[in-house]
Antibody, heavy 119, light 111 residues
Framework: EVQVVESGGGLVQPGGSLRLSCAAS????????FHWVRQAPGKGLEWFSY????????NYADSVRGRFTISRDNAQNSLYLQMNSLRAEDTAVYYC????????????WGQGTLVTVSS | QSALTQPASVSGSPGQSITISCTGT?????????VSWYQQHPGKAPKLLIY???KRPSGVSNRFSGSKSGNTASLTISGLQAEDEAHYYC???????????FGTGTDVTVL
């Protein structure tokens, strides 16, 4: 089955760190650019990071730049997100999303993992 | 970069057609034919409905169609069905600095 599954979410205090993972299966992971998109409770979608197929090109939205780090391990078919200096406004469901090859066309999403930043 | 502007809610009766707008600027929607639309049911992941303004992925009903005029893109749902009740989001490429922008989201209600 073609799928991606996120994990690693949970409750963390402000200023803390968390590492999310996204495990891919059923397709050739190394052929696709991947993104992280988040959704705060009751709010809309927010794109914030991508990584190219070989991991050499990476970008971030201003809201997370300098605090979050995206990475991937093509041998392990996995995408990662290291989140540091977490803030209350980072509370959201975090989705990994596969890009079809067309900008803004995310054709495969995981079920999401909830990150709650609270003391 | 601000989110693209969508109406908060749109409603229609079964069988009717509705249109959801997505308004950006000349730097994003107006500059690139890279607008996508997503459907999201409560508690579920988004699903790609339309990409590159008008194209439908395999398996998506032809009741969903997209268009664009100037800085505004639109999603039309024809033959409205109860299962279409969901949240809908647009997404546009905004160039090398802004990258990707989602819309504010529209809640579709089937009366």
């Amino acid at each position: 089955e073609v799928q991606v599954v996120e994990s690693g979410g949970g409750l963390v205090q402000p200023g803390g760190s968390l590492r999310l993972s996204c495990a891919a299966s059923g397709f050739s992971f190394s052929n696709y650019k991947f993104h992280w998109v988040r959704q705060a409770p009751g709010k809309g979608l927010e794109w914030f990071s991508y990584i190219f197929t070989d991991g050499t090109t990476i970008n971030y939205a201003d809201s997370v730049r300098g605090r979050f780090t995206i990475s991937r391990d093509n041998a392990q078919n996995s995408l990662y997100l290291q989140m540091n200096s977490l803030r209350a406004e980072d509370t959201a469901v975090y989705y990994c999303a596969r890009e079809s090859g067309i900008d803004c066309a995310f054709d495969l999403w995981g079920q999401g993992t909830l990150v709650t930043v609270s003391s | 970069q601000s989110a693209l502007t969508q109406p908060a809610s749109v409603s229609g009766s079964p069988g009717q057609s509705i249109t959801i707008s997505c308004t950006g600027t000349s730097s994003d929607v107006g500059s690139y034919n890279l607008v996508s639309w997503y459907q999201q049911h409560p508690g579920k992941a988004p699903k790609l409905l339309i990409y590159q303004v008008t194209k439908r992925p395999s398996g998506v009903s032809n009741r969903f169609s997209g268009s664009k005029s100037g800085n505004t893109a639109s999603l039309t749902i024809s033959g409205l069905q109860a299962e279409d009740e969901a949240h809908y989001y647009c997404c546009s490429y905004g160039g090398p600095r802004t990258l990707y922008i989602f819309g504010t989201g529209t809640d579709v209600t089937v009366l």
